[in-house]
């Protein structure tokens, strides 16, 4: 664990960039620092790996002070990726990811062998091996960027604004590609942003950090969104709080109705039956499942269906997987009120009204506050 014991950075012309900060960041997890521009979030991360050092306080890994190991190990033992990347210009792609195995005295195949399997880990097609930087996309470079700091296969990465500088469908590929890599190598990262959305899509835990380097608030995502601990915090987080905290509330506990889904090739007793439901429609799916649209159950005639003249249904939900914030915004979507609920492979599975979808969310808020000891 990284613990962050009272420090203070204070640079020599008095600017106080980071103020008596106290954190404990948790191992194989990640923790991200979030606050507005000039709020010590650099700063913070570079004493980490002492590219800054503090003026007061002390900062421990593993209960050690890392001023008790050379520099040079400390980094060994922490990737470092920056915004746009940093890469070596001259260097090809596969001679930039081979950098700290080859410093560390691997043989020229081993630390090429291993450059071209964390190609494949980031994502990156490995044809791309003998490129130079300038030949990638910026998405592409953040990729190299990741790969090279995972190299020496590092317990620690610590990441500044790694995907700040990339357009946002990018940017959301790149998060959810950390996120994958984050399942299966579990590494202990500390990621700085000044974007309240990517904090809480990334961060098992996030420190919000205020003007002057002084801590606001350190909590689970979900915890932010629901217990915000004051003004400043609030207003960070911004609009949309409470529908946002919606993706923290799985939606497998849904209750769907079946009847309403028909095939559209259903024989006449089969439309009669499918109103049986509370859903003002039916909704009518392929004979394998996928969902078409919606039609008005006396509107349907068995065996002349119409697929173009169904009512589209919105964007559907993976039960399960999605959250109640996804099933809600089907129903807002769907013109019928109803979202759809499909399994893993695009097949429906059931549709749920927006009044139970709300009785869910109701039922999820009293869980969680009943979880925090709040009593009514
Ligand atoms: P953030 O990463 O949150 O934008 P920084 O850690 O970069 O914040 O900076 C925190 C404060 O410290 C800012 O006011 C910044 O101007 C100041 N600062 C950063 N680096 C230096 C430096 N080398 N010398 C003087 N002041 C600095």
Redesign the pocket.
Known sequence: MIRIDAVTKR?P?G?V?VDRLSLEIPDRAITVLV?P???????TLRMINRMVEPSEGAILLDGADIRQQPVNTLRRSMGYVIQNAGLFQHRTILDNIATVPRLLGWSKGKARERAVELMERVGLDTALAKRYPYQLSGGQQQRVGVARALAADPPVLLMDEPFSAVDPVVRKGLQDELLRIQDELGKTIVF?THDIDEAVKLGTMVAVLRTG?RLAQFAPPSELLSAPADAFVEDFLGADRGIRRLSFFPSDGLELQTAPLVPIDADAGRLAAGGAGAAPCLLVTDADGTPLGWGEPGRLTAGAIDRDRLIPYGRPFVLGKDSLRSALDGAVLSPTGWAVAVDGEGHAVGVVSQQVIGEAIRAAHTETRQAAGVTE
């Not at 521009?37 to 700063?43: P, R, V």
């Open positions: 640079y012309d600017t960039a606050g521009s000039g709020c010590g979030k650099t700063t700085v380097g």
